[in-house]
């Protein structure tokens, strides 16, 4: 099976997470500081946060936004659960705003139009997650026009964008976003098997983010309510988690990070060969959002089904049967039985939705050979186009 995505693990990724496992420190070391730094760097940010995975990540910058009971929490609904659940775990009440059937990244066109709403109703959202959609940033300079306008809080997704690129600079450098969230499952463009971090360029927030990670503890002496009792004190300030990750983990992505660049111009080079090879059939291509340069962690096509003699399912099916793993982003959140208890239906997001009835994720990676992308379009053209076989 072609999978629709995987991670690319070489012997220095594998020498450098051996080098950790006979070192001092298995978790709370080093590695930990220089893999936060590094990719802070490489993203131009002040501050890089480290944490289990990019879940626990949303889940610490809505805490460190402020966000809680009563507050709103407002999102794209073609997203993983995550981009949505973090405001829960918070408290807060979600809300999603309905993609661009462009981009299929949130309409900040319409996010426009139901803050004016909200702002008359009293119901403006105190954070916003921005989700950077199979690799590429929404309109993040409007979106932060209007973060100004109606004082909420961006958090940007870009748990499919790390090496992408927005505006000239990084994903991540916090020019139109307070906080920028990484995902390093081994699907997404860099891995440290399970990880996820949050950059920032302001302190106070990476001090939160940092003690929000480690059970709410501070070590630092301003932040206690009494004078220091020696050496050993600690003071837990706040309801924290442990939400750390291991040093096994940062030295992977550290090695990972290395090779970033040429993972994602293999990912752009797979993604511009999709767009040629697949012009002629019935399918609507991805396309570019302004300003944004994708890191193509996805690569999706929408069938267009009036010209199509089978169904979503059959295609998808018969591509599954071929031996290649295709796969579906998103389900819309708003329809999971979760969301729909808290009283969304089916209709309330119609771009999402149309979405959804014709989405398919094809194989993207960077091992992904040039041969093993011509069969996969070789079979997308089969079952598109030939009326019946199998
Ligand atoms: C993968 C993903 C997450 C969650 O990442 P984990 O590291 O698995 O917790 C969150 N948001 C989006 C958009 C994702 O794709």
Partial sequence: MIPYGRQSVDQADIDAVLAV????????GPTI????????ARCEAAFGVAVCNATAALHIACLAAGLGPGDWLWTSPNTFLASANCGRYCGADVDFVDIDPQTWNLDVEALAGKLQVAQAMGRLPKVVVAVA?????????????????????????????????????PVGCGEFAAMTVFSFHPVKI?????G?????????????????RSHGMTRDPQQ???????????????????YRMTDLQAALGLSQLKKLDGFVQRRQYLAARYQQLLQDLPLTLPKAQADAQSAWHLYVVRLQLDGLQRSHRQVFEGLREAGIGVNLHYIPVHLQPYYQALGFAQGDF???EHYYAEA?????????????????????????QEPSIS
Avoid at 34 to 39: G, I, M, N, S, Y
Avoid at 190 to 194: H, K, P
């Fill in 21 to 28: 496992l006979q070192s001092d420190w298995l978790t709370q």
């Fill in 33 to 40: 500081d220089a893999f936060e730094q590094a990719v802070a």
């Fill in 133 to 169: 959609f199979s690799g590429q940033s929404c309109d993040m300079r409007q979106l932060a026009e209007l973060a100004e306008r109606y004082a909420f809080t961006v958090i940007e997704d870009a748990s499919h964008a790390v090496g992408a690129r927005y505006a000239g600079r």
């Fill in 190 to 194: 860099i891995t440290s098997a399970e």
């Fill in 196 to 212: 996820g971090m949050v950059l920032t360029n302001r302190p106070e927030l990476a001090d939160r983010l940092r003690r929000l």
């Fill in 224 to 242: 206690m309510s009494e004078a220091s009792h020696g050496p050993w004190y600690y003071q837990q300030v706040e309801l924290g988690f442990n």
């Fill in 350 to 352: 119609p771009e999402a």
């Fill in 360 to 384: 398919i994720s094809l194989p993207i990676y960077p091992g992904l050979s040039d041969s093993e992308q011509d069969y996969v379009v070789q079979q997308v053209r089969r079952w598109i």
